[in-house]
């Protein structure tokens, strides 16, 4: 079936513009992550979703960083005033529960702010 | 919160030998440790992972150990392959849990 799906694959933005990253997770999944992988570095949490609960937000690194998930399935992560600093790859991966159950990450979105 | 460590960050070995990767974390309560492989461009996969309820668990050419006293786990794969070549990144977590923890990753080479 098909896996998780993100867009675009690469965001070239100029700092101060907003941006929104999308995910599509594999159909079934009530679990929804975003990370965020800068070059040469390890997963950094930033929010999960589960079903209709509220999300856990506890990993955004700032308020400028925001997430919704319409229906319970796709899912917008939204920078707004981008700074440098949040040039990375985000990824999203999605599960068919909490932590321990294994996650399927999508292929990310490179962004880079110039 | 939980806090794990992954050493080393690079690790190359000759075909055919093995490779170790270990890592610690902090909090006792984690009982849940899988390991991830992200070949270059390309999105992590899950590739083993271990409850705490055993002490090694192997499928193939990979296997991990859990030591609960230490808090350390380990990665090791024998007979090495080139594309085994790749980062490897462990994670913990607790049962209810809402997110993993991961280390800062290992990027194996393997020389043919």
């Known amino acids: 079936g098909a896996g998780v799906s993100q867009s675009p694959s690469n965001k070239v933005t100029e700092k101060g513009k907003d941006v929104e990253l999308r995910c599509d997770p594999i159909s079934g999944h009530t679990a929804l992550y975003w990370y965020r992988q800068s070059l040469g570095q390890g997963l950094e949490f930033l929010i999960y979703f589960q079903g209709n609960s509220a999300p856990d937000k506890s990993g955004l690194p700032s308020d400028r960083f925001s997430a919704e998930r319409t229906g319970g399935s796709v899912s917008t992560l939204t920078i707004q005033r981008t700074q440098q600093e949040d040039s990375a790859v985000y990824l999203c991966a999605s599960s068919l529960g909490r932590a321990t159950y294994e996650q399927y990450f999508g292929p990310g979105t490179r962004l880079t702010v110039t | 919160g939980e806090n794990v460590e992954q050493h080393p960050s690079t690790l190359s070995v000759q075909e055919g030998d093995s490779a170790v990767i270990k890592c610690t974390y902090s909090?006792?309560?984690?009982?849940?440790f899988p390991w991830y492989k992200q070949e270059l461009g390309k999105r992590p996969q899950l590739i083993i992972d271990i409850r705490s309820n055993v002490g090694e668990k192997k499928d193939q050419r990979i296997a991990v150990t859990l030591n609960k006293t230490a808090k350390h786990f380990s990665l090791h794969i024998t007979e090495t392959q080139p594309e085994d070549s790749a980062v490897y990144f462990c994670?913990?977590?607790?049962?209810?849990?809402?997110?993993?923890?991961f280390g800062t990753g290992t990027r194996l080479t393997v020389i043919p």
């Open positions: 994670a913990a977590s607790v049962t209810g849990a809402n997110n993993l923890f």
């Open positions: 909090d006792s309560a984690s009982n849940y």
